[in-house]
């Protein structure tokens, strides 16, 4: 089954500095990758989706970008982080029709 | 529409002591539910998978059930443990690459 790699773990950042959270895939090809956003006590905010490399789909306007370089590699960046970027970030993966979703770890991310 | 509502949204049990968890859906067309388990901290993992055809499915202590009329899904917990502390989110797929997510409901169990 897929592994899920994200890094790191938990991130405190000042307001108005660069992000990148890396996500990467092992045991599949051609996965379908994703980035959430949890806030306390919400529910899983999708933010991005990619089907395939350099293929990004954004759900909702903000201050975050992401980029699919290689086939199981999936970043989340941001160039100034605001503190309404504070949250936990989930990267997570589909295959083909299985709708099973395989979660990383997730990402605390503090923004001071 | 095409969203995912749970109830309650935070729980307290005693160890032992059975409970449920409710989930209502209004995304279209449907094909499955699933029930994940996130401990703190952590990511979602799948629990069960609920189709169109199913009603009752169980794994373990737990125990989903799906009514595709009246789109509403249960996740029974029988004899509960500690270990089952955890936000148990209802999550619906959405088109091909969309997944509607439950806010889920948060259980505590207290010895």
């Known amino acids: 089954s897929q592994t899920i790699h994200q890094w790191p773990a938990t991130l405190v950042q000042p307001v108005g500095s660069p992000l990148s959270l890396e996500c990467t895939v092992e045991?599949?090809?051609?996965?379908?990758l994703y980035w959430y956003r949890q806030a306390a006590g919400r529910g899983l905010q999708l933010l991005f989706y990619?089907?395939?490399?350099?293929?990004i789909s954004s759900e909702v306007p903000q201050n975050l970008s992401a980029s699919r370089p290689q086939d199981r590699q999936f970043i989340l960046s941001s160039k100034k982080l605001l503190l309404s970027d504070s949250g936990f970030y989930l990267c997570?993966?589909?295959?083909?029709?299985?709708?099973?979703?395989?979660f990383g770890q997730g990402t605390r991310l503090t923004v001071v | 529409k095409n969203q995912v509502e749970q109830s309650p949204q935070s729980l307290i049990i005693l160890e032992g002591k059975n409970c449920t968890l409710q989930?209502?859906?209004?995304?279209?067309?449907?094909?499955?539910l699933r029930w994940y388990k996130q401990d703190t901290g952590r990511g979602p993992v799948s629990l069960t998978i609920?189709?169109?055809?199913?009603n009752t499915k169980s794994n373990g202590r737990y125990t989903a059930t799906l009514d595709a009329d009246t789109k509403q899904s249960s996740l029974h917990i029988t004899a509960s443990q500690l270990s089952d502390s955890a936000s148990y989110i209802c999550?619906?797929?959405?088109?091909?690459?969309?997944?509607?997510f439950g806010a889920g409901t948060r259980l505590t169990v207290k010895p």
């Open positions: 609920m189709t169109f055809s199913e």
């Open positions: 999550v619906v797929p959405f088109n091909n690459n969309d997944m509607r």
């Open positions: 045991g599949t090809s051609n996965p379908n």
């Open positions: 989930c209502n859906y209004t995304v279209s067309p449907f094909s499955n």
């Open positions: 997570a993966c589909t295959t083909g029709s299985n709708t099973e979703a395989f």
């Open positions: 990619s089907v395939g490399i350099g293929q």
